[in-house]
């Protein structure tokens, strides 16, 4: 069969369900004030549930001496505690996703961070909370923050003079925030 006739008749399908459900697209702009790209897409499961996903890649330069890159993938089902989109809500959050991170000052966690390079990934798996602001039929401001444990496993090594035998590999189970941010959200066909 036509390839073009399959992918019609798999996007018709899809679409009929997709109709009376509402659709959100949301951008946080905190990451984005970090350098990180991000997009996230929420379909409403009920009158008070929702599933999102969200995509995240930080756009800076990695020819310095100190940089931050990553990307990870955030899935996440919400509780709306009053209806979808409304108000307060309760969430379950995973994420997964690679860094590379070199130079870069976080005294209170690893005072050695600042000469060392780590590359590596993460998953991990958390609660959230967070409260949308109304502002128009279409559009909210939400206000979020999720916290949870996370299994990295990366490579360290000093940024001068590295070696392979001054390098180390290390696997760890961290507190880290899932999800922290304020973002904006466009509601399509925005029946609450």
């Known amino acids: 069969m036509n390839k073009r006739v399959i992918l019609s ?4 399908c899809c679409w009929v369900p997709l109709q009376a459900q509402q659709f959100a ?3 946080n702009a905190l990451y984005w004030s970090w350098g990180t790209a991000n997009l996230g897409a929420e379909l409403a499961l009920s009158r008070r549930s929702t599933f999102s996903v969200t995509g995240n890649y930080n756009l800076r330069p990695s020819d310095r001496d100190y940089c931050i890159q990553a990307w990870f993938v955030q899935p ?3 509780y709306w505690l009053t209806g979808k989109y409304t108000r307060a809500y309760v969430g379950a959050n995973l994420l997964a996703g690679q860094y590379d991170i070199r130079g870069i000052r976080l005294p209170w966690i690893y005072k050695r961070m600042i000469n060392s390079r ?8 958390g609660g959230s909370f967070g409260y949308a602001f109304y502002l128009s039929p279409h559009w909210n401001i939400e206000v ?3 916290v949870g444990a996370a299994y990295v496993k990366y490579r360290g090594e000093p ?13 760890r ?10 973002s904006a959200v466009y509601l399509f066909n925005s029946r609450k």
Request: net charge positive.
């Open 9 to 12: 008749l798999l996007l018709g």
């Open 76 to 78: 996440e089902y919400r």
């Open 25 to 27: 697209l949301k951008s």
């Open 173 to 182: 189970i961290l507190p880290v925030l899932t999800e922290v941010g304020v």
């Open 118 to 125: 780590y590359t590596g990934w993460a998953i991990a798996a």
């Open 159 to 171: 940024l001068h003079g590295a070696t392979e035998s001054s390098s180390w590999r290390r696997r």
């Open 144 to 146: 979020m923050a999720g």
